[in-house]
């Protein structure tokens, strides 16, 4: 199964790819994940789907230890959610005899879905795991067993929540590559929230962030965010990408301010940040809330390189035709190769990879399932 060339699915032609570097790139799909690496310019995939038939939310690529090792949050329809790792870049995989993440039973929940894996930036062993419904798990073992962050869980907001279109999933984690007690999480439909205590406490942190489908536009929280993406140098600055809406914070969230000035939509799902230029990030625009497909129907990821006082349309190398591929909030992202590449797939089963920082793409498949996710990373 492994390294051998995926025919009928992976283009052929992707050998032009720059630099001798090896990358690993997951791509979780509606069925299953799959798994290639860049090797002195080539792309290898594997033969076939890891997890068959299981849709695959979330992957982590945790690069931190001597071995690199890959973390999936997998769903089976008849088995449920689980969290399985391998040390061994996929040719084997194993999962705990008792489900790392689970719901203690005086919560009155169970778990459906695993959105995000996220490895801490500050504490080698330390992996966070985001969940549907909205809650945060702290592993101290390379996420091999998962403890439930109960200050989040019992914030007194919650019972407020309202869950988002996709569920009530807790999406996104960012850890202060300065600070291991600095956690920031977002929830669809709760918002944006923050620790510097370790998780102790939790503050909405969503000042300036619009939510227009409610009678007060801008709530405490409540607002329907999408991602948030770090930056490369300044840990206080991050982006958002809201239901309607592009901000960025100065300030670790305390503020928002709105940088979607620029774009042809305001509506997204993604959005990541470059691995190393500050002020650098990317989004990919949506129609509209009502109409989720790309803006203008063009397939084009948007750059900025200053911090959202402009963006730049990215398109050498995608599809100039009408496009209709949504791309959803974990399937975009970038590694940490230099040049950067820049990664993304969408629900049409597509995966497009830019190994310069996003000046230029190429297709690396297509027909695949409906892309969830995607992370990529140098290894070796």
Same mark, same amino acid.
């Given at each position: 199964?492994?390294?051998?060339?995926?025919?009928?699915?992976? /283009?052929?032609?992707?050998? &032009?790819?720059?630099?001798? !570097?090896?990358?690993?790139?997951?791509?979780? !799909?509606?069925?299953?994940? *799959?798994?290639?690496?860049?090797?002195?310019?080539?792309? &290898?995939?594997?033969?076939?789907?890891?997890?068959? %038939?299981?849709?695959?939310?979330?992957? %982590?690529?945790?690069?931190?230890?001597?071995?690199?090792?890959?973390?999936?949050?997998?769903?089976?329809?008849?088995?449920?959610?689980?969290? *399985?790792?391998?040390?061994?870049?996929?040719?084997?995989?194993?999962?705990?005899?008792?489900?790392?993440?689970?719901?203690?039973?005086?919560?009155?929940?169970?778990?459906?879905?695993?959105? +995000?894996?996220?490895?801490?930036?500050?504490?080698?062993?330390?992996?966070?795991?985001?969940?549907?419904?909205?809650?945060?798990?702290?592993?101290?073992?390379?996420?091999?067993?998962?403890?439930?962050?109960?200050?989040?869980?019992?914030?007194?907001?919650?019972?407020?929540?309202?869950?988002?279109?996709?569920?009530?999933?807790?999406?996104?984690?960012?850890? /202060?590559?300065?600070?291991?007690?600095?956690? !920031?999480?977002?929830?669809?439909?709760?918002?944006?929230?923050?620790?510097?205590?370790?998780?102790?406490?939790?503050?909405?942190? @969503?000042?300036?962030?619009?939510?227009?489908?409610?009678?007060?536009?801008?709530? &405490?929280?409540?607002?329907?965010?999408?991602?948030?993406? +770090?930056?490369?140098?300044?840990?206080?600055?991050?982006?958002?990408? @809201?239901?309607?809406?592009?901000?960025?914070? /100065?300030?670790?969230?305390?503020?928002?301010?709105?940088?979607?000035?620029?774009?042809?939509?305001?509506?997204? *799902?993604?959005?990541?940040?470059?691995?190393?230029?500050?002020?650098?990030?990317?989004?990919?625009?949506?129609?509209?809330?009502?109409?989720?497909?790309?803006?203008?129907?063009?397939?084009?990821?948007?750059?900025?390189?200053?911090?959202?006082?402009?963006?730049?349309?990215? !398109?050498?190398?995608?599809?100039?035709?009408?496009?209709?591929?949504?791309?959803?909030?974990?399937?975009?992202?970038?590694?940490?190769?230099?040049?950067?590449?820049?990664?993304?797939?969408?629900? @049409?089963?597509?995966?497009?990879?830019?190994?310069?920082?996003?000046?230029?793409?190429?297709?690396?498949?297509?027909?695949?399932?409906?892309?969830?996710?995607?992370? =990529? =990373?140098?290894?070796?």
């Amino acid at each position: 199964m492994v390294g051998c060339r995926l025919t009928g699915v992976w /283009d052929k032609g992707v050998a &032009e790819v720059i630099g001798m !570097t090896e990358v690993l790139l997951a791509v979780g !799909t509606r069925k299953g994940l *799959f798994i290639g690496r860049r090797r002195g310019g080539t792309w &290898e995939f594997d033969e076939s789907p890891y997890f068959n %038939a299981q849709a695959v939310y979330s992957v %982590a690529v945790d690069t931190r230890g001597e071995r690199t090792r890959l973390l999936v949050g997998g769903d089976s329809s008849h088995w449920g959610p689980s969290v *399985f790792h391998s040390d061994d870049l996929g040719r084997t995989w194993t999962e705990p005899a008792r489900p790392a993440v689970k719901f203690p039973k005086d919560t009155g929940a169970s778990l459906e879905r695993v959105w +995000q894996l996220h490895p801490a930036a500050a504490e080698p062993d330390v992996v966070y795991a985001g969940t549907e419904p909205a809650a945060l798990y702290r592993s101290e073992d390379r996420g091999e067993t998962f403890d439930l962050v109960r200050p989040l869980w019992e914030h007194p907001t919650r019972s407020k929540w309202v869950p988002g279109g996709g569920g009530e999933g807790l999406h996104t984690v960012v850890t /202060d590559r300065r600070d291991p007690k600095t956690v !920031t999480v977002a929830v669809s439909t709760a918002g944006v929230f923050r620790t510097t205590d370790g998780g102790a406490s939790w503050t909405p942190s @969503n000042s300036g962030v619009s939510a227009v489908f409610l009678p007060d536009p801008n709530p &405490e929280f409540g607002q329907c965010v999408h991602k948030v993406a +770090q930056d490369a140098e300044d840990a206080d600055c991050l982006y958002l990408q @809201n239901h309607w809406g592009v901000y960025r914070s /100065d300030d670790s969230g305390g503020h928002w301010t709105d940088i979607g000035e620029g774009l042809p939509s305001t509506f997204g *799902f993604a959005v990541a940040a470059h691995p190393r230029r500050g002020g650098t990030a990317y989004v990919y625009p949506i129609q509209a809330d009502s109409d989720r497909v790309p803006a203008d129907r063009r397939c084009r990821v948007f750059r900025t390189a200053d911090s959202g006082g402009t963006w730049e349309a990215l !398109t050498a190398g995608l599809p100039q035709e009408d496009h209709y591929g949504t791309v959803l909030r974990d399937a975009l992202c970038t590694d940490d190769a230099d040049p950067a590449g820049v990664y993304f797939g969408n629900r @049409n089963g597509e995966v497009f990879a830019s190994a310069d920082d996003g000046d230029s793409w190429r297709r690396l498949a297509s027909h695949l399932p409906d892309v969830l996710c995607v992370r =990529a =990373a140098v290894i070796g």
